[in-house]
């Protein structure tokens, strides 16, 4: 009968350990996301920005704006700040580079299921992405994207099987474009969310097109 108790008490134990743990993990995780571009937890460190890649991503943007934002190199940079309903990513990576007195230090999650975040909002100063198409829900859907991004926050996230990984070195992949670069990039993604009936059949076709 003890052994019994005894046993039931070191499972109780452990499963409140792994609780705790991934508490912590998830605690960590969402605080990552959130930290502003010229904060975070290492001591003196410079936020060179962050890198995020998808292979796919679709959602509702609600605004696409034109501002200006602190980076490592500019006081008063041009960013387009894109805020997101609802989005969802296959094939995440999102990687935060920050300079510190011992050189860069990468911290990249990954995650090996599609991602879901709700009131998403970013502020980039660089996107590409290889194509788009018009997906089962939501308004847009963008291929192979790459972004480079100063600043991250949303209301929420789901990011099933991901990976937490630190590493040194790293660079970022993407230099900010010029504010009138980012006013081309805004003003395609406005005629791509909002297109006329015309025109979305006339995407759909192509979309079709292209994986036949």
Known sequence: MLKRRYAETVIALNYRKRLIKGVIILVLVCGWL???AKNSLAVN???IGFMIEAAQMEGDIQELDLINGE?????ERPMLEMNFAVVSAEGLSIKKL???KEGTITTEITAKKNVLFKKLKLKVTNATFSGTYVPEQGVL???NVKLLVHNITTESSNLPQFNLEFKAGGEVELK???KQELIQIKSLLESLVKPTDRGRQDQKSQTESDSS
């Open 176 to 178: 900010p474009k010029s």
């Open 98 to 100: 920050v300079q510190t």
């Open 71 to 75: 980076t490592l190199d500019q006081k």
């Open 34 to 36: 959130i930290i502003p």
């Open 45 to 47: 460190p410079v936020s």
């Open 141 to 143: 859907g963008l291929k």
